[in-house]
C-alpha cells in the first residue's frame, strides 16, 4: 500500500509570512492515464476536510490564490504565500492514484 | 449546490450494528462514485469504503473489510454504510465524501459499553 508522509507534522507561522507543507508518497503518483491524483485538504477546527488543491497544482472553486500546490512523482508541496488568521487548522495531503484506495498523509497543524 | 447529510450515529456497545445514511442532493447522485472515510478523535482522516456510481464495485480498508457495507439507493439519493461487530477502535466521525470535491458535516459513532 502506498504511505504518504507528510512535513512537519506541526507547523508554527506568523501572520503575512510563506509557509510550507512537504508531502512524500511510498511510491510514484503518476497514474497511468498520464495524471497525479495528489490533492490537499485543509480541515478548520471543528470542521469537515475542504479540497484546497487537486491534480497536484490545480485550485478548487473559491480557494484564495495564496495557497499553491507543486511537485512530482513522489515529492509535492503545499505553499501558503502569506499566511492569515483564518488559515490556522490541520492540512492533509491525499493520493488518489492507485485507486480505488485514498490514502490520507498525518496531517499538519498550522497554529499562529 | 452539492449537500451532503451525514445520520445515523450514535452510541453502541461492541459487537452490536449501525446503519449510517448520507442525503445527498445538488448534483446527479447516480452519476458519481461514493466514499465513506472516517477521523478517530484527534486523529487523522482515514478512507473507509467506496461504491461505483452503479453500484456495481465496493472496495473496503482492510481494517473494516468483512464487517462493514457500503450501499447506495440512486433513487433515493442516499448513501449507506452498515457497521457490523464493531469495535472500539471504530469510534469516529464518519463523512460521506463525493469525488474528494465535497464532503457532508460527518456523524460520530461512539462504540462502547
Known amino acids: 500500500d502506498v504511505v504518504m508522509i507528510q512535513s512537519p507534522l506541526s507547523l508554527p507561522v506568523t501572520l503575512g509570512q510563506p509557509a510550507s507543507i512537504s508531502c512524500r508518497s511510498s511510491?510514484?503518483?503518476?497514474?497511468?492515464?498520464?495524471?497525479?491524483?495528489l490533492s490537499w485538504f485543509q480541515q478548520r477546527p471543528g470542521q469537515s476536510p475542504r479540497r484546497l488543491i487537486y491534480?497536484?497544482?490545480n485550485r478548487d472553486s473559491g480557494v484564495p490564490d495564496r495557497f499553491s500546490g507543486s511537485g512530482s512523482g513522489t515529492d509535492f508541496t503545499l505553499k501558503i504565500s502569506r499566511v492569515e488568521a483564518e488559515d490556522v487548522g490541520v492540512y492533509y495531503c491525499?493520493?488518489?492514484?492507485?485507486?480505488?484506495?485514498?490514502?490520507f498523509g498525518q496531517g499538519t497543524k498550522v497554529e499562529i | 449546490q452539492v449537500q451532503l447529510v451525514e445520520s445515523g450515529g450514535g452510541v453502541v456497545q461492541p459487537g452490536r450494528s449501525l446503519r449510517l445514511s448520507c442525503a445527498a442532493s445538488?448534483?446527479?447522485?447516480?452519476?458519481?462514485?461514493m466514499n465513506w472515510v472516517r477521523q478517530a478523535p484527534g486523529k487523522g482522516l482515514e478512507w473507509v469504503a467506496v461504491?461505483?456510481?452503479?453500484?456495481?464495485?465496493?472496495y473496503y480498508a482492510d481494517s473494516v473489510k468483512g464487517r462493514f457495507t457500503i450501499s447506495r439507493d440512486n433513487s433515493k439519493n442516499t448513501l449507506y454504510l452498515q457497521m457490523n461487530r464493531l469495535r472500539t477502535e471504530d469510534t469516529a466521525v464518519y463523512y460521506c465524501?463525493?469525488?474528494?470535491?465535497?464532503w457532508g458535516q460527518g456523524t460520530l459513532v461512539t462504540v462502547s459499553s
Open positions: 465524501a463525493k469525488d474528494g470535491d465535497s
Open positions: 491525499m493520493q488518489g492514484t492507485h485507486w480505488p484506495l485514498w490514502t
Open positions: 491534480k497536484v497544482s
Open positions: 445538488g448534483f446527479t447522485f447516480s452519476s458519481y462514485g
Open positions: 511510491q510514484s503518483l503518476v497514474h497511468s492515464d498520464g495524471n497525479t491524483y
Open positions: 461504491i461505483w456510481y452503479d453500484g456495481s464495485n465496493k
